[in-house]
């Protein structure tokens, strides 16, 4: 199982859909988290509302601040604008993925933006799907 972490600066709009998608598509086959470097005070409403119409609600998400903790939790991070802010764990696997922020775009943007997001993250539950070790019955 991998553990995957989406940083971003408010962790109110990328991460947030990043780490709701990643949780649908991995289906408990890996974790994720998300965190931002200057935590907003909640998700932009734009985001949420794009989210629940593909039936996710990150409504009551409550952005969190990247700690070490965090970091260190993490087998994979994708950072996503966050640039120096971001903080570099030696050992810990690195993607960035270049993504507009959604803050105060249109909803026509913020889809765009989620779906994105969602065949990203598609790609990354493939690609960690084919390196778990295949348990062996005996």
């Known amino acids: 199982m991998s553990k995957v972490l989406f940083v971003c600066k408010q962790n109110a709009g990328r991460s947030q859909m990043s780490d709701a998608l990643f949780a649908r598509a991995a289906n408990g086959r890996h974790q994720s988290r998300s965190a931002g470097t200057r935590p907003a005070e909640h998700v932009h409403p734009v985001v949420a509302e794009a989210m629940r119409e593909v039936g996710l609600d990150v409504s009551g998400n409550r952005p969190q601040q990247l700690t070490d903790d965090l970091g260190q939790w993490a087998d994979v991070v994708i950072t996503m604008g966050c640039g120096d802010e971001c903080p570099y764990i030696p050992g810990k696997r690195y993607i960035d993925w270049e993504l507009n922020d959604p803050a105060e775009k249109p909803l026509a943007e913020v889809?765009?933006?989620?779906?994105?997001?969602?065949?990203?993250?598609?790609?990354?539950?493939?690609?960690?799907?084919?390196?778990?070790?295949?348990?062996?019955s005996t």
């Not at 933006?113 to 960690?128: C, F, N, P, W």
Request: aromatic share 0%; no cysteine; glycine share 0%.
């Open 111 to 136: 889809r765009a933006v989620r779906d994105d997001i969602a065949r990203r993250v598609e790609a990354l539950v493939v690609e960690l799907d084919a390196r778990r070790p295949v348990s062996s």
